[in-house]
């Protein structure tokens, strides 16, 4: 029923901390999706789930940032070690089978500020 | 690799005139496209969608847009403005054995009343 929702939707965090971003697809929906928008750009692409297997990680900027998915349905993005240039705001998007001709609805997103 | 383009990165009409939000694009293949619209503090709406079906797609709350292969463009229009069409607006693009989009940078379109 409910649309693609996002917690928190806003999180301030110091420069080293950890975060975690969660992200609540719609129900049924096999593929997934994490975008980070910075201010005045469009979303780019990080991470891409099918099921509960990334099939393509290639958007993700270093290894202090990881998402997992593990039953399927819910997903977190995880990062390491913030940096100033973290600061973003984080979307998820979900599509029903992942064909590139699928709608892919997206959530309010998490506003991710690091001091 | 594909990359997206949108002259204007700020658009401003008055109440009832036409809107024009050009998108141009770059791919080995023709991709599909896809028109996005943010509003403020909300997710991205899909306005309209090219598959490779018609070339003039129509989308929600009166806008279209015409698919070129000549001209890679993907431009959206609307006869006429409303002020509740107001927000921010994305063009993206995706191959048809892709999985992910790449966004433009966007268009802020202001109505003036």
């Known amino acids: 029923g409910a649309g693609v929702s996002q917690t928190p939707s806003n999180k301030v965090t110091e420069k080293g901390k950890y975060v975690e971003l969660r992200c609540d697809p719609i129900?049924?929906?096999?593929?997934l999706y994490w975008y980070r928008q910075s201010l005045g750009q469009g979303p780019e692409f990080l991470i891409y789930?099918?099921?509960?297997?990334?099939?393509?990680d290639s958007g993700l900027p270093n290894d202090r940032f990881f998402a997992v998915r593990p039953e399927g349905s819910v997903s977190t993005l995880k990062i390491q070690r913030t940096e100033r240039g973290d600061s973003a705001v984080y979307l998820c998007?979900?599509?029903?089978?992942?064909?590139?001709?699928?709608?892919?609805?997206f959530g309010p997103g998490t506003r991710l500020t690091v001091l | 690799a594909q990359s997206v383009t949108q002259l204007g990165s700020h658009v401003s009409v008055s109440e009832g005139a036409l809107v024009l939000l050009r998108c141009n694009y770059s791919?080995?293949?023709?991709?599909?496209l896809f028109w996005y619209v943010q509003y403020p503090n909300q997710g991205l709406q899909l306005l309209l969608k090219?598959?490779?079906?018609?070339?003039l797609v129509k989308g929600i709350n009166g806008f279209e847009a015409e698919f070129k292969k000549s001209e890679t463009s993907f431009h959206l229009t609307k006869p006429s403005a409303h002020m509740s069409d107001a927000a921010e607006y994305f063009c993206?693009?995706?191959?048809?054995?892709?999985?992910?989009?790449?966004f433009g940078p966007g268009t802020r379109l202001s109505v003036l009343p």
């Open positions: 998007a979900s599509s029903l089978a992942g064909q590139a001709t699928d709608t892919q609805y």
């Open positions: 129900s049924g929906h096999t593929a």
């Open positions: 789930f099918q099921g509960t297997g990334a099939a393509d």
């Open positions: 791919s080995s293949v023709p991709p599909y």
């Open positions: 090219y598959t490779s079906a018609a070339t």
């Open positions: 993206a693009v995706i191959l048809w054995n892709g999985q992910n989009f790449v």
